[in-house]
Structures are given as structure tokens and as C-alpha cells.
């Protein structure tokens, strides 16, 4: 896949700045998915995925138009894959605060609205995948921000509890 390396900035409420390393493979103008790495590890995790995820193919079919009786044609769309190395990992910054896991949903909310959703003007939504950690910092952003599907592997710290109001809340209430 074509890789696109970036370096990002993400403002924390005194004024500083935190830098958030990630990396983008294939084009700007194709449906995103954000991947988000498990603990101790870094975005370079997801290699071996993205050369798959990149000749995936997304079908999407407008509803059906009963009043002419005609099926819509329907449209394919690429992916364009964001890897965000968390605050604390890989080639982003690693200060001295406290690390949660509410500090890493905020970081990838923050990530996706102004990197992933700044590259389409905020036509549309996204898709967002991680493994451990990663997973369920997934799901916490799925349960707040503009997400279209989310794919999680392993999300074992999530309690039952949790995963019940994310799966019942995500994805703008379709229960995925």
C-alpha cells in the first residue's frame, strides 16, 4: 500500500501541544478506517493488514425506490487506513501524566475529528478497528463520535456491563 506518514498535533487544555505520530496508507479521498494498536505495542502492528486492507473493496447500496421500482446502483469505495501511535507509544510523544483509558479515547476522538474528519469535510462517517486495548478504545469512541461500523478483536478489558451500552449505543444506535 502507498504510505503517507504524517505527524500530528493535538492541543491539551492548558494551550500545550502533544504530537500524535500516525501513519496514512492510500488515498486521501476513500472511506477512512482508524486502527488503533494494543498496549505496549505501536502502530507498525497493523503492517501486516493493510497491503489486505487495501485492495477490500466496500459495497454500499442506496435503499431501495419503490415508487419507480427500481434497484439503485450500487457504489464501491476503497479504504484508506489512519495509524495513530497512542500518547505513550511508538513515535508519539510520551509525557508525564497520568495514563487511562479515558485519556486514549479522547486522544483517538480527538485524532479522528481533526485528521480523519478534516480530509473529507465531514461528509461522512468512519470505520474504526483495534485489538486489546486498542479494541476498547475503539468502542469508546464508537459509543461517542460519528463512527459507521466498528470492528474490535479482543476487547478484554471491557466488562460486560460496558460492552452492552456500547453495542446498544454505537454506532449512531444501529446496535453493531
Given at each position: 500500500p502507498k504510505i503517507l506518514s504524517s505527524l500530528s498535533s493535538e492541543?491539551?487544555?492548558d494551550g500545550e501541544e502533544q504530537h500524535l505520530h500516525h501513519r496514512q496508507f492510500n488515498d486521501k479521498n476513500e472511506k477512512a478506517i482508524i486502527l488503533i494498536h494494543e498496549f505496549g505495542s505501536v502502530a507498525s502492528q497493523w503492517s501486516?493488514?493493510?497491503?489486505?486492507?487495501?485492495s477490500i473493496l466496500l459495497s454500499s447500496s442506496p435503499p431501495f425506490n419503490t415508487a419507480n421500482n427500481q434497484q439503485p446502483s450500487a457504489t464501491t469505495t476503497k479504504l484508506v487506513a489512519f495509524t495513530p501511535d497512542l500518547?505513550?507509544?511508538?513515535d508519539s510523544e510520551k509525557p508525564s501524566i497520568s495514563y487511562t483509558q479515558y485519556m486514549w479515547e479522547a486522544y483517538s476522538s480527538s485524532?479522528?475529528?481533526e485528521i480523519v474528519g478534516r480530509r473529507d469535510?465531514?461528509?461522512g462517517g468512519y470505520l474504526i478497528g483495534g485489538i486489546g486495548m486498542g479494541?476498547?478504545?475503539a468502542l469508546g469512541c464508537a459509543a461517542n463520535d460519528d463512527i459507521e461500523e466498528e470492528v474490535v478483536t479482543d476487547a478484554s478489558m471491557m466488562q460486560q456491563k460496558q460492552l452492552s451500552k456500547v453495542t446498544a449505543s454505537g454506532s449512531k444506535g444501529r446496535g453493531q
Open positions: 492541543k491539551k487544555s501486516p493488514t493493510l497491503s489486505a486492507l487495501s500518547i505513550g507509544f511508538g485524532f479522528a475529528r469535510n465531514g461528509r479494541g476498547y478504545t
